[in-house]
């Protein structure tokens, strides 16, 4: 049992990243589309540091905040925005953040819960609930960190040591046997 938890932690980390990429890949795409200078930068960073969840975004969500503010700020790199969000540089610090909440919504709420919970073997509204779960049993960041890996292992010992001796009582014995 311990070699299949095993297996889910390297399963969830594998879908950690790919969910890291996407976020990586929406992030530079959207900060591009935006006319932020090193916008691909910031994606790339995105998808490297996106594996840490909501740390990554932080971290990277800072300097591309900077970024707009000191980009925006001078009247010639807003022109093709300017209709739009006006004159204020805070308003386009605003708009960077508003793409990075939009990401992180979808990440929560489509992209995590799905390929983590298929990485997994668990349900998506499996992952959503095990992260409200262990962010209330251990609060906040570290519940929400190991709530899907936490969730995994506790899955393996119910089927190993509940379910599976409430189908075939025998297993147990059996397996005694042979051990």
């Not at 916008?39 to 740390?55: E, Q, R």
Request: proline content about 5%; aromatic content about 12%.
């Amino acid at each position: 049992s311990l070699q299949e938890i095993n297996g889910y932690l390297i399963s969830f980390f594998r879908g950690q990243m790919l969910v890291a990429f996407i976020d990586g890949m929406l992030v530079g795409i959207a900060l591009f589309i935006f006319g932020l200078p090193y916008a691909l930068v910031i994606g790339v960073a995105m998808a490297i540091l996106g594996v840490i969840p909501f740390i990554g975004n932080i971290l990277c969500l800072v300097p591309a905040s900077i970024i707009a503010y000191v980009h925006f700020n001078d009247p010639g790199n807003r022109e093709h925005l300017e209709w739009l969000l006006g004159t204020d540089p805070w308003i386009y610090v605003v708009a960077v953040v508003a793409i990075f909440l939009i990401v992180q919504q979808i990440n929560s709420l489509v992209t995590a819960p799905k390929i983590v919970g298929d990485s997994v073997g668990l349900h998506p509204m499996t992952v959503i609930f095990s992260m409200l779960f262990w962010s209330l049993l251990l609060g906040g960041f570290l519940g929400a960190l190991i709530a899907v890996p936490m969730t995994a292992a506790v899955k393996v010992v119910f089927r190993r040591y509940v379910w599976e001796t409430k189908l075939n009582p025998n297993a147990e014995k059996t397996e005694t046997l042979s051990a």
